[in-house]
Each structure stands twice: as structure tokens, then as C-alpha cells.
């Protein structure tokens, strides 16, 4: 089974509807990140979480909110969908006591906003 | 604000030769450098992280480098095979436990 998974894999909603997007994983890391992929810009971080008490905005958190239910979940909702936000969307962990803190990522949901 | 940059972004080599991929970084304050590969359509699968205090770090025919007083990484694949063929991203991040900052990745492509 996959460490760091998301769903759905693949979103197709509307202009104005609101989405969540989940990631779990079982890794036990306390930190949690999400971050968007367009063409030609590359990744950048929308939010990231230290622990379950710790929320952070990241480069682009405008029209996003996050919410960390446990250890293991992270979840990243869009409160009104804009086509703009289509793009692909990757969760990814990191454990800042071991392995240098390397981020390990999840497969990324693939949203399509009409 | 850091940035990281990525050349070429396209790359086609016929099987078997060795070849080097290259990451520049405007901010040499940087925690550690990690070299991803991205498959069309999946995530990113970690290569290789180098710590600020390290100079290189190996793994099969993957070899990373780091020059921090030049603001660069190479990540180096010795005798290219078709699998190899992906996306390469490399990623800074400045302080401990906090986001990477990515290039734009180069593609390579590698022909049998």
C-alpha cells in the first residue's frame, strides 16, 4: 500500500462549487504540505502543517483552507471553485527527525474546474 | 526570495550515454537540495537529498552534487537507459521543515 495517498485521483466540478480534497498517509510523519503543479510554473506550496495544531500559509493560500483532522490527514479545500485553480494537486510528508527531512509525495488529484 | 532554475528543460540522448542535468539556486542559505523524478501523470519520487554540509551523494548511477558558493547542483546518470526517461525536478529548501521550492524540471528523454 502506497505511504501518501489522495482522493479522488481525478475532480471535474464547477465554477462556484466547493471541493475537498484528502490526503492521508502512514508514514507517521508530523508534517504535511500541499502544493499545486501548472505547466510551466512548476510546484508551488499552498498550505503545510507541523503538527495537528500548527496550520501555515504557504506561496499561493489565496481561495484555499486546509484542515488537519489527525496526524495522518490533511485536507485541502477549495471554498469556490474558479477555473484557475485547475491544475494538479500533490500532498506531500516529511519527518523532521530522520532521513534529512526528505518530502515523500503522494500520486496528486487531477481537478478540472469548468 | 529564493529561486531555482532549471537548464535545459528538454533533453533527448540515445541509450547509454552519460549525461548531467543541472539546478542553479539564487540563495546559497539553503538547507538541503533534493533531486525528484516525476513520471507523466504520477507524483514525485525522491532521488537523492544533499545537506547543506554535504558536497555530493550517491545512489546506483545517480550521482548529486552540491556547490553552495556557486549556487549549483548537478545530478549526473551514468549510462542512460530508456526507464530513465522522466521529468527531473530539483527543490531547495531553505530552513528546516519548510516547503521546497522547486524548478521547472527538465524533461529527458532517452531513445533505445
Known amino acids: 500500500d502506497a505511504d501518501v495517498t489522495q482522493t479522488p485521483r481525478n475532480r471535474i466540478t464547477k465554477t462556484g462549487k466547493r471541493i475537498m480534497l484528502e490526503c492521508s498517509q502512514t508514514?507517521?510523519?508530523?508534517?504535511m504540505y500541499w502544493y499545486r503543479q501548472d505547466p510551466g510554473l512548476g510546484l508551488r506550496l499552498i498550505y503545510y502543517?507541523?503538527?495537528?495544531?500548527?496550520?501555515n500559509k504557504g506561496e499561493i493560500s489565496d481561495g484555499y483552507s486546509v484542515s488537519r483532522q489527525a496526524q495522518a490527514k490533511f485536507s485541502l479545500s477549495l471554498e469556490s471553485a474558479i477555473p484557475n485553480q485547475t491544475a494538479l494537486y500533490f500532498c506531500?510528508?516529511?519527518?523532521?527527525?530522520?532521513?534529512?527531512?526528505?518530502?515523500?509525495f503522494g500520486p496528486g488529484t487531477r481537478l478540472l474546474v469548468l | 526570495k529564493q529561486e531555482v532554475t532549471q537548464i535545459p528543460a528538454a533533453l533527448s540522448v540515445p541509450e547509454g550515454e552519460n549525461l548531467v542535468l543541472n539546478c542553479s539556486f539564487t540563495d546559497s542559505a539553503i538547507y538541503n537540495l533534493q533531486w525528484f523524478r516525476q513520471d507523466p501523470g504520477k507524483g514525485l519520487t525522491s532521488l537523492l537529498l544533499i545537506q547543506s554540509s554535504q558536497r555530493e551523494q550517491t545512489s546506483g548511477r545517480l550521482n548529486a552534487s552540491l556547490d553552495k558558493s556557486s549556487g549549483r547542483s548537478t545530478l549526473y546518470i551514468a549510462a542512460s537507459q530508456p526507464g530513465d526517461s522522466a521529468t527531473y525536478l530539483c527543490a531547495a529548501a531553505n530552513q528546516a521543515g519548510t516547503a521546497l521550492i522547486f524548478g521547472k524540471g527538465t524533461t529527458l528523454s532517452v531513445s533505445s
Open positions: 502543517s507541523f503538527d495537528v495544531k500548527d496550520i
Open positions: 506531500a510528508t516529511s519527518d523532521p527527525t530522520g532521513d534529512q527531512e526528505t518530502q515523500y
Open positions: 508514514k507517521g510523519h508530523d508534517r
